[in-house]
């Protein structure tokens, strides 16, 4: 089954930025880099030298093209809220092979969609799709069609999570020129990938866009709520300080005159309307707690790397913490009913 391009001449966003459909056959892609070298091992792999590297296909990064296997913030991320274990089996190049009749690749969420999509439209990078000119999934060609566009690299999408992506991509660019971030997906390079090479260890990441060493935006899209008064729980539990802290660090070692001077910013929008987008800047605290979080996984990556060992969780038997907000909820609790008590006894004379 072929997959046809859907270009739209009414799309508000360039002709650059489109969404670019390609057929089944993998065509060659062009790597442009700033600095490091880049060629192929014996299965195909790409391997990229440590720098600052422009257009590397999706597919390219995330089976990572450092020399040897990379740490990302999304690993980091694992191995300290869940363990060793869990990085190893989430890593491209520690995990054993996945089953052909794995299914993962046949599950389609909505909000992941949109994203996917809207990520393409604003940065003109990103997964490839393909656009499903259905209302679901429930039809046999429907599925037939998402079988094939999944067997084909390409990621589906279904023409009515497809507009409200192209909605999300109008309204971002005319928020984010009302807020000043004129240069955000406008001036510089999508999806560029930084690797460097941190004592013995490579650390790798892909900056949304970069525009250069002092300045890199990452776009980030939900289903769910992103009011700035709820955005610091979201943002602290996905990781975003550890995120920033990864590619300061590693900017720090690709660009040391810049040291000091990395502003990241994140570009967070909703997926309905009216497709609100709240601009966000970290500050020192939130880099402080990020640059922490890292070092304590970089550390437990270089001890499983250099040892082999992988462990899970703690082979003994473990006491966990009373959360201490519930502690205190309760205890307060237990006060007014107290109070309560002792009012009623008083108004019946007791």
Not at 113 to 139: M, Q, V, Y
Request: with cysteine; glycine share 6%.
């Amino acid at each position: 089954m072929e997959v046809v391009a859907d270009v739209r001449t009414d799309h508000p966003i360039s002709a650059e930025t489109r969404v670019r459909m390609v057929v089944a056959t993998v065509v060659a892609r062009s790597v442009r880099l700033v600095c490091g070298a880049v060629f192929r091992d014996l299965e195909s792999r790409m391997i990229l030298q440590p720098g600052i590297h422009f257009g590397v296909a999706t597919a390219d990064y995330f089976a990572d093209p450092a020399p040897t296997p990379s740490l990302t913030q999304s690993i980091a991320k694992i191995l300290l809220d869940e363990s060793p274990a869990h990085a190893r089996l989430a890593h491209p190049r520690l995990a054993p092979p996945v089953s052909e009749d794995d299914d993962e690749t046949e599950k389609y969420v909505a909000a992941q969609a949109i994203g996917n999509a809207a990520h393409k439209l604003l940065i003109g990078r990103g997964k490839e799709l393909a656009l499903a000119d259905f209302e679901n999934w429930r039809k046999k060609e429907a599925q037939q069609f998402k079988e094939s566009a999944n067997l084909a690299g390409l990621t589906p999408i279904l023409s009515a999570h497809y507009d409200r992506a192209q909605q999300m991509a109008k309204t971002a660019r005319v928020q984010l020129d009302a807020i000043g971030w004129t240069d955000a997906f406008a001036w510089g390079e999508g999806e560029t990938v930084l690797i460097a090479k941190d004592g013995d260890t490579y650390l790798r990441t892909m900056v949304d866009w970069y525009v250069d060493p002092t300045l890199c935006y990452d776009l980030k899209t939900s289903g769910g709520s992103l009011a700035p008064h709820l955005i610091g729980r979201k943002a602290e539990a996905d990781g975003w300080h550890i995120q920033a802290a990864m590619q300061e660090r590693i900017l720090d070692i690709l660009e040391p005159e810049s040291a000091g001077r990395h502003r990241w910013r994140c570009v967070a929008q909703e997926n309905w309307e009216p497709w609100a987008l709240v601009a966000v800047e970290l500050d020192e605290r939130w880099l402080t707690m990020g640059r922490k979080a890292l070092a304590m996984a970089v550390g437990i990556w270089r001890q499983c790397m250099a040892s082999g060992q992988w462990p899970a969780y703690p082979a003994f038997p473990i006491t966990p913490e009373f959360p201490s907000y519930k502690e205190a909820a309760w205890l307060g609790r237990e006060l007014a009913h107290e109070n309560r008590r002792i009012a009623a006894d008083h108004l019946m004379g007791g």
